[in-house]
């Protein structure tokens, strides 16, 4: 058979370890990126779509998977030394990993203002963090009342599921995928980190399509700006790699690679932080915080890495102003890229993750096209009508950076915010940063109830009575803030 002939002919190799495959399938997630940028830029439907290039080579990447491991022939398969070219277990790895770097590099940036004051959230900062959590515990509510539905049609759907449609739409697949495995793990959902990851990969089509349909809408009103070939983006950006008080571009050592060692510096300091606190939890003794809170620990893993980046940035800030320390490190172009890298590897990871046989199951088909199609629709209408209020001087770029990035991710806001503010003159960006950072205490509710939501349909009702709760008293405050002033 073709299978025993493709992996007897490859030759063992000496020295074919774990780290070997890890490289391997990095390589090959790198070769996936290649290959969806050329089909981004040649195939006339993806380029007129706004699907981002990571979102097409994760489906492409999810093709190669199940072609290169049986999943389309059963009788072809390439395995080395008796590992699969390419793993789940890698590829949940890269997906967990990549969105902690990621966050640690966007933390990072802003060096430049630490010696002028402290790290602080501007004033608009609640009302944005409000917003966010408000499409979260939308998401959340309507996801909960779906499944609790679909639970009395399919055995296979627990009540519970529906709460990965705020972790996979809201908050992305990193996120996603931790949440689908603490249901898997500890609840006993079978399929949770395919649906979590599958919902994920729905919100970047949701974030495309629905973003597609208010463009259009505000082309035929003349609202969208020129297309042009320059960036400003990029070439302010390129003037300020070697900016005031920086270090040099070229010295004993990289820029780029300082930059890669204060980001796995916060990292390590972060694991550090979540291993004591997961040893204060084993030492107490309780029950409901061992079983719980470890998982939400290891599995929220970003939120801890924002914090100790912030605590970076202030200890910075001190060093700088009492003179200790005479040069910023840190630059926000190479933060930027750093943090492209790790989410762009974040997106095709997480989809080349899904396991195609369980989505095939008719319940779970059914389940995961209801929560995508109903998430969706809910979303876009509600930001429709808050961004109206609460951002009356720009409300179009910012339903286009909040929808985007409250079915996908930041950087899939960003992409629907450059095709009506290329140039980021509204405040839409910082918007969405600094609401995010707002949205960590405003929304830590909704991240506890992740370790009490599964344990039966009492604590399910408290939860959604909780839910319903916080969203109406954040709206109750959205509808009576005072309208902004216009940004000067």
């Known amino acids: 058979m073709m299978k025993s002939i493709l992996t007897s002919s490859l030759r063992p190799f000496s020295d074919f370890n774990t780290f070997w495959s890890i490289i391997v399938q990095f390589g090959l997630i790198m070769t996936i990126l290649l290959l969806a940028n050329v089909l981004r830029r040649r195939v006339p439907l993806l380029k007129k779509s706004l699907l981002p290039v990571a979102v097409i080579g994760g489906f492409l990447g999810l093709f190669i998977k199940y072609f290169v491991t049986g999943g389309i022939f059963p009788t072809f398969e390439i395995i080395i030394d008796g590992t699969p070219l390419i793993t789940r277990e890698v590829l949940a790895g890269f997906t967990y990993h990549a969105i902690a770097i990621g966050f640690a ?96 990969a729905m919100g970047f089509l949701a974030a495309s399509i629905g973003g597609v349909i208010y463009l259009n809408q505000l082309k035929k009103q003349g609202k969208l700006p020129e297309p042009t070939e320059s960036s400003m983006e990029a070439a302010s950006e390129s003037t300020v790699l070697e900016g005031n008080g920086q270090i040099p571009l070229v010295d004993a050592v990289d820029k780029l690679t300082i930059q890669i060692a204060i980001i796995g510096l916060v990292y390590f300091v972060s694991w550090i932080v979540i291993y004591g606190l997961e040893q204060l939890i084993l030492a107490s003794n309780v029950t409901f915080l061992i079983n719980n809170l470890i998982g939400l620990l290891y599995g929220f893993n970003f939120i801890i890495v924002v914090f100790m980046g912030m605590l970076y940035k202030n200890i910075t800030r001190t060093l700088l102003r009492r003179k200790v320390m005479k040069r910023i490190y840190t630059n926000d172009f190479l933060l930027n890229r750093v943090a492209g890298l790790a989410f762009d590897v974040m997106m095709i990871a997480s989809i080349m993750a899904i396991d195609i046989s369980v989505v095939l199951e008719s319940g779970f088909v059914l389940t995961l096209l209801t929560l995508a199609v109903v998430g969706t629709f809910a979303t876009y209408m509600y930001l429709r009508f808050i961004t109206q209020r609460v951002y009356p001087y720009y409300p179009e770029e910012a339903f286009l950076v909040f929808f985007g990035t409250m079915t996908g991710t930041a950087s899939t806001g960003v992409a629907l915010l450059r095709e009506k503010d290329p140039y980021f003159k509204t405040p839409a960006t910082n918007d969405i940063v600094y609401g995010s950072s707002m949205a960590i205490p405003l929304g830590f509710p909704l991240l506890l109830f992740v370790g009490v939501v599964y344990q039966g349909w009492v604590q399910l009702a408290i939860v959604l009575a909780i839910l319903i709760t916080i969203f109406s008293v954040y709206h109750f405050f959205l509808q009576r803030s005072p309208q902004q002033k216009k940004n000067k």
């Open 105 to 200: 590099a966007l933390t990072l940036k802003g060096m430049d203002q630490l010696n002028e004051g402290p790290v602080r959230l501007k004033a608009n900062a609640v009302k944005s963090g409000m917003v966010i959590v408000n499409s979260y515990l939308l998401q959340g509510i309507l996801g909960l009342f779906i499944t609790i539905a679909f639970s009395f049609l399919f055995t296979s759907i627990p009540e519970f599921a529906g709460f990965l449609l705020p972790m996979g739409f809201g908050q992305g697949p990193g996120q996603a995928l931790s949440v689908g495995s603490i249901f898997t793990n500890t609840a006993g959902f079978e399929f949770g980190i395919d649906m979590g990851l599958s919902i994920a």
